[in-house]
C-alpha cells in the first residue's frame, strides 16, 4: 500500500518520549528541585566567571572540535586529547553512539532500571533494545552475557546506575567486558562516577586504555553543575572516535560550555566540596529515611532511592502529591519500571530536612 504522508522508520514510533523530572510545584511558596540529580552547591565559581566572559563574543563560531576542553580533560585524568569527543551533553554522545554502530535488525542491551536514553537511542536506529534483568536493583553480569546473540552490536551499562544508585564492582565490569565478542562495543557510562567512594569502583578509563570496543561517557552535568550548558564527553579507541567525529555536528558544543567547562573540570577544590557535602547527606538520608520504616536502596550517586509499600494511602504517587503540596519535587520512576518507588537528589540541608520531615508525616496520616 503506498504511504499518504512521509513516515518515520521502524522503531521510531515505538519510543516513549523521554519525560524530565518536573521543576513546579502550584501553590507551594518555595519549591526545592529534587527531582533531576543536579548538584545543591552549582557550578565553579570560575566556571560561572568563564561563561560570563563569553557572553562578549556571542557573535563567534565556537572551536568546532572542543580543542581546549578535550586538552583541559586530558591533563586532568592523563588521557590523549585525541581519544576524545565532546557532546552537547553525554545523552548527545549516546545518540551519536548508537547511529554510528546500530542498524536495523541489530541489538543493544540494557539492563531493566537502566538510563531511558538508552532504549530511545536503539529504537531510533531501527535496531532492537534487549532487557536484561537485574539482582537487588543491580546489574547482574550473567544475565547481561545470557542475552547476547550474534546480533548483538552494542550493551549499554550505566555505572553507578540511575535511577537506583547501584554499581558493580570493576572485577565485575572486567568479567562483562571479556564475555563480549571482539565486535560489540561495550558503552560504559559513567556519568555519577565522581560521587562514587569505594576502593573496588573504577569508571571505565583503564578498560578503554587496553581496549578496541569499550567507551567510557561522562558528563559536566553533576557534580559539575552544568547542567544547563549540556556539556559530556567520550573516551574511545582511535577508530571508535573516528566514527563519532564523521558524523556529529560540526558545532555540537557551544562556546559558553567550552569554556566553562574547562574552568569546572580544574576546579578540583570545588568537586571535593560537593563529593564531602553529599557523603555526608547520603547518608543521612539513607538512614533518617530508613528509620521511617521505608526502604532505600544503598547508593554511591548524588541520589536515593525510597521505596514505598503498595498500600492505599501510603504509596509512591500519593507520597508524590504530598511532597509537591509542600514544594518538595522528587521524581517518579514509573518510566524506570520503578512504580512504587521515587528518587531524591541529595539536596541541601534545609532541603534534606524537610523531606525526611515531610515523609514522617505523611506515614503518619498527616494532611
Known amino acids: 500500500m503506498t504511504a499518504t504522508r512521509p513516515e518515520p522508520r521502524a522503531g ?7 519525560v524530565p523530572g518536573k521543576s513546579t510545584a502550584p501553590g507551594a511558596a518555595k519549591v526545592y528541585k529534587l527531582s533531576s540529580n543536579e548538584t545543591p552547591l552549582g557550578p565553579s565559581p570560575t566556571a560561572i566567571k568563564a561563561y560570563e566572559t563569553v557572553g562578549k563574543h556571542l557573535q563567534d563560531y565556537p572551536d568546532g572540535s572542543a580543542s581546549d576542553l578535550r586538552e583541559a580533560i586530558g591533563r586532568v585524568y592523563g588521557l590523549d586529547p585525541s581519544r576524545i569527543v565532546c557532546g552537547a551533553g553525554s545523552d548527545d554522545l549516546l545518540n551519536l553512539l548508537a547511529r554510528a ?18 532504549p530511545i537511542a536503539t529504537l531510533g536506529t531501527g535496531a532492537t533494545p534487549v532487557v536484561a534483568p537485574e539482582k537487588d536493583l543491580t546489574a547482574d553480569v550473567d544475565a547481561i552475557l545470557k542475552r547476547v546473540t550474534p546480533k ?28 563480549l565478542p571482539p565486535n560489540v562495543l561495550f558503552v560504559i557510562d559513567a556519568a555519577y562516577s565522581e560521587y562514587v567512594q569505594r576502593n573496588d569502583y573504577e569508571s571505565g578509563i583503564e578498560l578503554v586504555a587496553t581496549s578496541d570496543n569499550v567507551v567510557m561517557v561522562r558528563t559536566f552535568s553533576k557534580i559539575h553543575g552544568l547542567a544547563a550548558l549540556r556539556l559530556g564527553w567520550v573516551y574511545g579507541p582511535a577508530h571508535v572516535i573516528d566514527a563519532i567525529n564523521r558524523i556529529r555536528g560540526p558545532f555540537n558544543v557551544n562556546a559558553p560550555a567550552i569554556a566553562a567547562g574547562i574552568a569546572a573540570i580544574e576546579d578540583a577544590a ?16 539513607t538512614d533518617e529515611i530508613g528509620k521511617l520504616g521505608l526502604k532505600v536502596t544503598p547508593s554511591v550517586a548524588n541520589f536515593v532511592l525510597i521505596h514505598f509499600p503498595d498500600q492505599k494511602g501510603k504509596t509512591a504517587k500519593e507520597a508524590d502529591a504530598f511532597l509537591t503540596k509542600r514544594g518538595l519535587v522528587l521524581r517518579q520512576v514509573g518510566a524506570y519500571k520503578l512504580p512504587n518507588a521515587l528518587r531524591m537528589s541529595v539536596g541541601t540541608e534545609e532541603a534534606n530536612r524537610l523531606v525526611v520531615k515531610a515523609l514522617a508525616d505523611f506515614l503518619d496520616g498527616a494532611k
Do not use: C
Request: glycine residues 6%.
Open 12 to 18: 521510531v514510533l515505538a519510543i516513549d518520549a523521554y
Open 101 to 118: 554502530y546500530l542498524s536495523d535488525g541489530d541489538e543493544a542491551i540494557h539492563t531493566t532500571h537502566g538510563f531511558l536514553v538508552y
Open 152 to 179: 548483538t552490536r552494542m550493551v549499554f551499562l550505566a555505572n553507578p546506575n540511575n535511577p537506583t544508585g547501584t554499581y558493580i564492582p570493576f572485577d565485575e565490569v572486567k568479567r562483562l567486558h571479556k564475555g
Open 270 to 285: 570545588h568537586q571535593e566540596r560537593s563529593r564531602e557535602h553529599n557523603s555526608k547527606w547520603l547518608a543521612w538520608l
